[in-house]
């Protein structure tokens, strides 16, 4: 089994900062790209920024500036920090692995989401 955890959400006003967490647990070899993807109501879920196994990070221009992603390897754990956040950052956010299993097998994971709501 793979499981993603995430934690740091809740509530926050306008122009304050937020940082996110989704550590990676289970049977697994490798951690390929992570991700943080998010999805307001009524909204489809898109991404909001990536980071490569090298750790070259990308982000959706909504977010450029404001909020970076890292990683940790050896805590298999990969962060959001949120800065200057706007009430249209209000979503629920979803960590993305791609995860190489002990069965050889490679594929995408998702965590079970975390609330972010930023008050005007």
């Known amino acids: 089994q793979v499981q993603l955890v995430e934690s740091g959400g809740g509530l926050v006003q306008a122009g304050g900062s937020l940082r996110l967490s989704c550590e990676v647990s289970?049977?697994?070899?490798?951690?390929?790209?992570m991700g943080w993807y998010r999805q307001a109501p009524g909204k489809q879920r898109e991404l909001v920024a990536a980071?490569?196994?090298?750790?070259?990070?990308n982000y959706v221009d909504p977010v450029k500036g404001r909020f970076t992603i890292s990683r940790a390897d050896a805590k298999n754990t990969v962060y959001l920090q949120m800065n200057s956040l706007k009430p249209e950052d209000t979503a629920v956010y979803y960590c993305?692995?791609?995860?190489?299993?002990?069965?050889?097998?490679?594929?995408?994971?998702w965590g079970q989401g975390i609330q972010v709501t930023v008050s005007s």
């Open positions: 980071i490569t196994s090298g750790g070259t990070p």
């Open positions: 993305n692995a791609n995860i190489l299993t002990v069965w050889g097998a490679t594929r995408d994971y």
């Open positions: 289970g049977r697994i070899l490798s951690i390929n790209a």
